[in-house]
């Protein structure tokens, strides 16, 4: 009898000592996940080309004569947003800014979006999420000939994967969003690719 007692004395002071080493904090695996997420993100997007899709052949130009040329290039900017989470579906909120600029001249685009998030389970800390938004971007668009400021639709699906750092900061290791962005000449394909961090609370 007092060599079972021993044995379960020692099993509890393991137990208490793993307990310790590993805070259940830190392994909420089991857990309801936190209701509310904050991202910020460091983000590229393609430009949106202004100029219409039809090909215009031009011999001898005219000084001062337009060429056609564009800024066109990956712009760089950043992604704030907000996410709204029950188990493993969000609702988003997501706002951005990118810009642009070369020797023809600089553009801008802000998309402001709104859509869902489905996530997957966490296995070792890593999780991973589809996404699909809608909303509107701010676009400008400024060189020698072309100068204008407009509101244009944009529409998105991707996908992205997360580490878990600890139990409220979360690290985005990436996520992809291929958009369909309104375009002067009719819908354009362009892409997007963030990287950076999220608080859940």
Same mark, same amino acid.
């Given at each position: 009898?007092?060599?079972? $007692?021993?044995? %379960? ?8 000592v793993s307990n310790a080493q590993y805070p ?57 947003? @907000? ?7 969000? @609702? ?11 020797? /023809?001249?600089?553009?801008? $685009? ?15 800390? /890593? ?23 407009t509101v244009k639709g944009i529409v998105s ?12 900061? %979360? ?17 354009? @394909?362009? %892409? ?10």
């Amino acid at each position: 009898m007092k060599r079972l $007692l021993l044995i %379960v004395c020692s099993v509890a002071c393991c137990a208490g000592v793993s307990n310790a080493q590993y805070p259940t904090a830190y392994w909420p695996d089991t857990d309801e996940p936190p209701l509310f997420e904050v991202y910020a993100l460091a983000s590229g997007m393609g430009t949106v080309d202004p100029t219409p899709t039809s090909t215009v052949i031009i011999h001898n130009p005219v000084p001062g004569q337009d060429l056609g040329f564009r800024p066109s290039g990956f712009a760089s900017g950043a992604r704030v947003g @907000l996410v709204w989470r029950h188990q493993n579906i969000g @609702l988003i909120a997501d706002l951005g800014f990118h810009k642009y600029a070369d020797h /023809t001249g600089s553009t801008s $685009l802000a998309p402001l979006m709104l859509g869902l998030r489905m996530y997957s389970d966490e296995r070792f800390r /890593t999780s991973v999420f589809g996404e699909g938004l809608a909303g509107a971007y701010h676009w400008t668009e400024r060189s020698p000939t072309v100068n204008f400021t407009t509101v244009k639709g944009i529409v998105s699906v991707g996908g992205g994967m997360d580490i878990r750092l600890t139990r409220s900061v %979360v690290f985005r290791v990436g996520e992809i969003q291929l958009m369909i962005a309104g375009a002067r000449a009719g819908p354009a @394909l362009t %892409v997007n690719a963030s990287s950076g961090f999220a608080v859940r609370f």
